[in-house]
């Protein structure tokens, strides 16, 4: 009776697989496992082949409660506890065809749930299937499963025909019907986001005692403001912000967005004799890159929400640096933690950086590869994010 009000519990933002020969589906199940930071009454469920270019038809959906905690190891059977398996529907029908670039909403099921627990959707695909709309996603809180056959009413899956995935495909949103204090965080950009820290942030929601605050993650690997690849090689990279933006951030129940992008704008281009897909033509200016902030500032502030920008991360000693990206980055991060546009400045930059050399990752904080931060920096971002947002 006090549930109110829908809330997105769980999400990820729809880019375009990997091409590959490969790249279709027959007679498989994909099963995820997602955490539920609150308790509610019903769910919903949000199957979307936006990036998609031809029709796809889910031939059966069901949710259970998972027999394992996400935030401990799920096992590879993902199994679901007894008697918990509930169909999923589409205007009262078990299967959905999705048109290309369309999505559909699930009709409401009545399904009790209480925070902290690990609840289970598996989608089952029939026929052969384009693979395309989907996102790589990951992070402690961040895997998935497929199978082979219907396995959506299976309690384990089994061992020799199943693999673990961090592809999520066509899963974009779980809303749930909960009380009127809960709300959602979305956490928006590129890989940085795409990888662990909006899932320590759950984390670090779970250990300060908060049940009423949801992390969404809509975030896609490669993808930059301004630009986008429109050839196979490197479409995968994902949409430019006014394709991506005005789709992703719609979220039931959301009232703030923390946007941390644009590093790729300035790392990607290195001029056609290098690489004919990444013209030097691509590098925007500061200003550029600004205005495209601004743009999503502007965007977001027409659904009401809070916009709080992170600074960018170092990039001293990835394969693209040079001076002119570092000099880049920098006139970038000057204006996010000196604007009055949005509601303020997340630092994340500040936070990782050394100290003796601010164009470079803290000891520790490197992945490797001078772009991506470690785990350890992935949790520092989660801690640098302002109590104020999580209450």
């Known amino acids: 009776m006090n549930d109110t009000k829908w809330v997105s519990m769980w999400g990820n ?23 539920a930071p609150f308790s509610g009454s019903a769910l919903r469920f949000t199957l979307d082949n936006y990036c998609g270019k031809e029709p796809v038809t889910i031939h059966r959906a069901t949710v259970a409660v998972c027999d394992s905690d996400l935030t401990g190891k799920v096992p590879l059977s993902c199994p679901l506890a007894a008697g918990t398996i509930r169909d999923i529907t589409f205007d009262g029908s078990h299967s959905v065809t999705l048109a290309a670039g369309a999505s559909a909403a699930s009709d409401a099921l009545s399904f009790p749930v209480s925070a902290g627990q690990t609840l289970c959707v598996s989608l089952y695909f029939d026929g052969y299937t384009a693979m395309q709309s989907a996102v790589l996603i990951t992070g402690p809180l961040s895997r998935g499963y497929f199978s082979y056959g219907d396995q959506t009413h299976s309690e384990a899956l089994p061992l020799a025909t199943s693999k673990a995935t961090n592809w999520f495909y066509f899963l974009s949103n779980i809303d749930i019907l909960t009380k009127e204090d809960c709300h959602a965080i ?41 630009r986008q690849y429109d050839c196979i ?31 790729n704008d300035i790392i990607h281009p290195v001029g056609t004799d290098v ?17 495209g902030l601004k743009w999503y500032i502007e965007e977001a502030r027409k659904l009401h929400d809070s916009v709080y920008l992170g600074t960018l991360l170092p990039i001293y000693g990835w394969r693209t640096y040079a001076p002119f990206r570092e000099e880049l980055r920098g006139a970038v991060n000057d ?12 630092d994340f930059d500040q936070a990782l950086r050394a100290a003796d050399d601010p164009r470079s990752f ?27 947002l999580l209450r």
Not at 243 to 256: K, L, Q, V, W
Not at 335 to 346: F, K, L
Not at 380 to 388: C, G, N
């Open 335 to 346: 204006w996010i933690r000196s604007n009055h546009e949005s509601d303020g400045c997340i």
């Open 13 to 35: 933002a729809m880019s375009i697989a990997e091409h590959h020969p490969e790249g279709y589906a027959k007679d498989l199940t994909l099963r995820y496992p997602v955490y």
């Open 275 to 291: 690489n004919p897909f990444r013209p030097m033509s691509d590098l925007p200016t500061a200003a550029e890159l600004i205005d």
């Open 186 to 226: 979305i956490c928006y950009g590129d890989s940085i986001t795409a990888q662990a820290w909006p899932d320590y942030l759950t984390l670090r929601l779970i250990e300060e005692g908060h049940n009423h605050t949801s992390v969404i993650r809509r975030a896609a690997s490669g993808t930059r403001i301004l």
């Open 362 to 388: 803290a000891e520790g904080y490197d992945s490797g590869d001078h772009l991506h931060p470690s785990n350890p920096a992935y949790k520092k971002m989660a801690d640098t994010v302002p109590a104020t």
């Open 233 to 263: 090689t490197y479409d995968s990279y994902g949409l430019k912000g006014t394709n991506r933006f005005a789709h992703e951030i719609p979220t039931a129940g959301a009232d703030t967005v923390i946007i941390q992008q644009g590093i």
